[in-house]
Nanobody, 124 residues
Framework: QVQLVESGGGLVQAGGSLRLSCAAS????????MGWFRQAPGKEREFVAA????????NYADSVKGRLTISRDNAKNTVYLQMNMLKPEDTAVYYC?????????????????WGQGTQVTVSS
């Protein structure tokens, strides 16, 4: 069982930055691929970024490449999402998720554990 708690969301102006954190419980954090997803009002949940347990493989949605960076610190059981050059269309609830698979996954169905989400609002 893995419990995930996100933090770091908030209100920011377009062009600004935020850093989201996701703290995980359990002693096997490094075995999980971690992902970030987001869901805007009236839209389906979409993939943002994912990182394998060792951090050796990373994947991003095309819409965030060059602006958002996923990383992890296995000693702290934490995964991060550094968000730069934010746009109003980045406004959404951001969720972190954990998957027992050892490769990068973009499909939300493959993730077993989810956090409660943190709101990110980007004003124009």
């Amino acid at each position: 069982q893995v419990q995930l708690v996100e933090s770091g969301g908030g209100l920011v102006q377009a062009g600004g930055s935020l850093r989201l954190s996701c703290a995980a419980s359990g002693r096997t954090f490094s075995m999980y691929t971690m992902g970030w997803f987001r869901q805007a009002p009236g839209k389906e949940r979409e993939f943002v970024a994912a990182i394998t347990g060792s951090g050796g493989n990373i994947n991003y949605a095309d819409s965030v490449k060059g602006r958002l960076t996923i990383s992890r610190d296995n000693a702290k059981n934490t995964v991060y999402l550094q968000m730069n050059m934010l746009k109003p269309e980045d406004t959404a609830v951001y969720y972190c998720a954990a998957s027992p698979h050892t490769y990068v996954i973009t499909n939300s169905i493959m993730y077993n554990y989810w956090g409660q989400g943190t709101q990110v609002t980007v004003s124009s």
